[in-house]
Structures are given as C-alpha cells and as structure tokens.
C-alpha cells in the first residue's frame, strides 16, 4: 500500500488495519527462516505476538496470500492451510468482489 507508483493492491488497507491491532502496544518476536532480506532490501521474518503467528491469521482471514519462496519454507504448509481455509469459507481476497466494497 506504500508504493509511490502504484495503486493500492486489494484490502491491503483492511490488511494493514487488521496487522496493527495484532501488534500494536504489544512485544512482537521476529523469527528469521533461511534469508535475511528479500530482492528489495526488505526484511524477511515471521512474526509472532506471543505463540500467535501474525503471517498466519492475516492468512486466514484472507488478508494475505500465503507466498513461500526458496528456501524460506518453514511455515509453508501451515500458510497453505491457512489460505485454503479463507479460500474455503470465503474470507477477505476469497469473498466474492472483495475490492468492489
């Protein structure tokens, strides 16, 4: 939702609320996998607030797409779930027009 050239990607705003009240006033845990830092320069991490995986919920409720990359796939198969749960109950990027609202 940041970039300067291009839109607003689909609820990246409602993502991006939704994140913040997981995380916000709170002590965030940021667990590195295999890279340190994406093609951009971005930080690579998974993000916990106590035994909670933030990646995951956002996931789940459709506010992400659960995207692994070679060789940071520990979490992998627990974020196809998590998808495959927000695909299957129609969650967030799975709702019928999700951006037409």
Same mark, same amino acid.
Do not use: F
């Given at each position: 939702s940041?970039?300067?050239?291009?839109?607003?990607?689909?609820?990246a705003?409602?993502?991006?609320?939704?994140?913040?009240?997981?995380?916000?006033?709170k002590?965030v845990?940021?667990?590195?996998?295999?890279? %340190?830092? %994406?093609?951009?320069?971005r930080?690579?991490?998974?993000?916990?607030?106590? %035994?909670?995986?933030?990646?995951?919920?956002?996931?789940? $409720?459709?506010?992400?797409? /659960?995207?692994?990359?070679l060789?940071?796939?520990?979490? $992998?198969?627990k974020?196809?779930?998590? $998808?495959?749960? /927000?695909?299957n109950?129609?969650?967030?990027?799975?709702?019928?027009?999700?951006?037409?609202?």
């Amino acid at each position: 939702s940041k970039h300067p050239l291009k839109n607003v990607e689909c609820l990246a705003k409602e993502a991006a609320e939704k994140n913040k009240s997981l995380v916000e006033d709170k002590t965030v845990k940021l667990v590195k996998d295999i890279s %340190d830092k %994406d093609k951009y320069g971005r930080l690579l991490r998974y993000v916990y607030v106590e %035994d909670t995986l933030i990646n995951e919920v956002l996931v789940k $409720q459709g506010l992400a797409y /659960a995207v692994t990359y070679l060789p940071d796939v520990r979490h $992998q198969i627990k974020l196809r779930k998590a $998808q495959e749960y /927000a695909k299957n109950n129609k969650l967030g990027l799975w709702a019928d027009n999700p951006c037409k609202k």
